[in-house]
């Protein structure tokens, strides 16, 4: 593959605030500890107190890969090197899509595999372990349950009641995995990563152990380590912030101040936190936890607690008490010892906004990395971009935008009439002025003759681009093409298709490519297009 880089801000996919974090920008800089650069995270070495038990760090995941082959691997050696004190972990996080998901899924790994690397070549003395951090509380299930393919949506058609979904049973998987197998088709890629998915889904009994066995299938090589949060050894040992943070309603007040920050600052907060940041845990269901009058109460659920119930609740069984966005960071923080944290754009912005409460539980804020995007071209694509005499970056603008401009570049008359709107402006400069000095009173008239006028220009090129485009029918539809494959539904493709059909043309060539090709602390979109190597014809 072959890789073009551009700036982040000329796609115009991504918040300000996140371009103003990237920028360094030093108005907003109190909204976090370090910046994401190789000095910042020198910085951030010299002082990081991790806080994570080690000892049950190593034991949890041990356990958690017992079904894994990770024996005198690259992911074995990492975990056991989390007992060591110069180890640290880069972390990413996402929810258990079927499948993995759309492509991000896979930037945000490589992302942190990539940024492992980096650490431990300008710091040889310590360790970084990448990390997976599986969303196994998360209860959205609508959100998980489905995936698009090229013309094709696959979707998990099962009852979810609302739990955590890494809970969730394979067994009604079967027709969605039947679908995506077939999918895949009996190309070699595509016979491969069918043997594996049907594996990694008919072997597991919940979408947890599927995940885990399936990401630990496709990066243990680089060795990623996968960890399930949703284990009560390692909520007890973050008891202490639950208790006092439902007790107290701290991350709330503290999500409160940051908001009125955020405001000062212009900027738009992600995510807005609730008075109690809990949901309360059991199997088929995680309900949100709220006060009334002294009384917890979960709800939907005939479940209520007194003050000193819930604490002792808390200290019985840590497990059932479950973080939600704002918390959630928190308790990974707390586990792991954690130096970096690799998000999305909207990620990184709700980071943001919860530094303070870092801060009041003397946890140490990661340096947070914006992971790696990428729009991945195919072959034919690729020369229906060329014969177009189109440029990728040219794919970012809008469809119509991209017609617009394609018109006006290889129409057979000009159709550029910004001279001549010039002129127009000129001459009704000298009519406007003239109409003054006769009566003041004609200025706002002749004002309102202007513009009337100037929209019926517009309004005739307007016209003029619209016939010049019915000329053009085969190119306007190949434009139509080429947006509706790279931005599918307006969407980035990452954001919308899963690497399946990526697989069948690359094979581990994709993870390969993108592995090679991405470079973390640079901060540019990755465009990667095809060398004659990397495709049949």
Same mark, same amino acid.
């Given at each position: !593959? ?5 700036e ?7 918040s300000?605030?996140l ?7 030093? $108005?907003?800089?109190e909204l976090y500890?370090?910046?994401?650069t190789?000095?910042?995270?020198g ?7 991790a ?9 949890v995941l041990?356990?958690q890969y017992? =079904?894994?082959? /990770?024996? &005198?691997?690259k992911?074995?050696?990492n975990?056991?090197?989390?007992a060591?004190?110069n180890?640290?972990t /880069?972390t ?8 993995t998901?759309?492509?991000y899924f896979?930037y945000?790994?490589i992302?942190?595999?990539k940024?492992?690397?980096?650490l431990?070549a300008?710091?040889? &003395?310590? =360790?970084?372990?990448?990390?997976y951090w599986m969303a196994?509380?998360?209860h ?8 698009n393919?090229?013309?094709? %949506?696959i979707?998990?058609?099962a009852?979810?009641?609302g ?5 969730l ?10 679908e995506?197998t ?6 070699r890629?595509?016979?491969?990563l ?5 594996r990694?889904y008919?072997?597991?009994s919940?979408?947890?152990e ?7 299938e496709l ?11 949703d ?5 007890a040992?973050f008891s202490r ?6 007790l107290?309603?701290t991350?709330?007040?503290?999500l409160q ?6 405001k000062?600052?212009g900027l738009?907060a992600?995510?807005?936190g609730?008075?109690?940041?809990? *949901?309360y845990?059991?199997d088929?269901? +995680? $309900?949100r936890?709220?006060e009334?009058n002294n009384?917890?109460?979960v709800l939907n659920?005939?479940?209520k607690f ?8 808390i200290d019985t ?5 479950s973080?939600?966005v704002?918390?959630?960071p928190?308790y990974?923080e @707390?586990v ?5 944290? /690799?998000?999305?754009g909207?990620e990184?912005?709700?980071w943001?906004?919860?530094? $303070? ?8 804020f ?6 790696n995007s990428?729009?991945i071209?195919t %072959?034919p694509?690729?020369a229906?971009l060329?014969?177009?005499k189109l440029g990728y /970056?040219?794919?970012? +603008?809008?469809?119509d935008?991209i ?5 006006l570049?290889n129409?057979?008359?000009s159709l &550029? ?5 010039e002129?127009?402006n ?10 003054? =000095?006769?009566?003041l ?8 003759i ?6 019926a220009?517009?309004g005739?090129e307007?016209? !003029?681009?619209?016939a010049?485009? +019915?000329?053009?029918?085969?190119? !306007?539809g %190949?434009i139509?093409s080429?947006? #509706? ?11 919308? *298709?899963n690497f399946?059909?990526?697989?069948i ?6 993870i $390969? ?9 640079d @901060?540019k979109?990755?465009?990667l297009?095809? #060398?004659?190597e990397d495709l049949? &014809?």
């Open positions: !593959m072959n890789a073009t880089y551009i982040y801000r000329d796609t115009g996919s991504f300000s605030t371009l103003r974090y990237l920028d360094n920008d030093p $108005e907003i800089r500890e370090h910046p994401p190789l000095e910042g995270f910085s951030l070495l010299e002082k990081k107190h806080s994570a038990d080690r000892s049950l760090l190593v034991k041990s356990t017992n =079904n894994a082959q /990770v024996d &005198d691997s992911v074995r050696n975990i056991l090197l989390l060591e004190p180890t640290y /880069v990413t996080g996402h929810q258990l899509n079927i499948f998901g759309p492509l896979l945000k790994i992302t942190a595999i940024t492992a690397e980096l431990k300008a710091h040889p &003395d310590k =360790n970084f372990v990448p990390v196994t509380e998360d959205d299930f609508d959100e998980i349950n489905h995936i393919l090229p013309d094709k %949506k979707v998990w058609d009852h979810s009641s739990g955590a979904t890494g809970r049973s394979t067994s009604s998987l079967i027709s969605a995995l039947k995506y077939g999918y895949l088709g009996l190309t890629n595509g016979m491969k069918s043997q594996l998915i049907n990694a008919k072997g597991s919940t979408l947890a599927a995940t885990l066995y399936l990401v630990n990066f243990a090589d680089y060795g990623l380590v996968v960890i399930d949060a284990n009560a050894e390692l909520k040992s912030i639950i208790q006092h943070d439902i107290t309603k991350s709330f007040s503290q101040e940051a908001e009125e920050v955020f000062a600052k738009k992600q995510a807005h609730r008075e109690i940041n809990f *949901f845990l059991l088929g269901k +995680r $309900e936890i709220v009334d009384t917890y109460k659920t005939h479940l007194s003050r000193d119930e819930l604490s002792k609740e069984y840590p497990e059932r008490f973080p939600n704002i918390t959630r928190l990974q @707390f792991l010892p954690n130096i970096a944290y /690799v998000g999305g909207s990184i912005v709700y943001l906004q919860i530094k $303070e409460v870092f801060r009041h539980y003397n946890i140490d990661p340096i947070l990395i914006l992971r990428a729009l071209a %072959k694509l690729s229906k060329k014969s177009m /970056v040219d794919l970012f +603008r809008p469809a935008e017609k617009r401009q394609w018109v570049k129409c057979s008359e &550029d009439i910004s001279e001549e709107k002129k127009f000129e001459i009704f400069d000298i009519v406007k002025l003239k109409a003054g =000095n006769i009566d009173t004609l200025i706002p008239s002749a004002r309102a202007s513009i009337r006028l100037q929209k220009i517009q005739l307007t016209k !003029m681009i619209k010049e485009k +019915r000329k053009h029918q085969e190119s !306007m %190949k139509d080429l947006s #509706s494959a790279y931005f599918p539904q307006t969407s980035l493709q990452e954001r919308f *298709f399946g059909y990526l697989y043309k690359y094979g581990d060539g994709l $390969e490519g993108l592995y090679d090709h991405f470079k973390p602390l @901060f979109f990755t465009i297009e095809p #060398s004659h049949p &014809d």
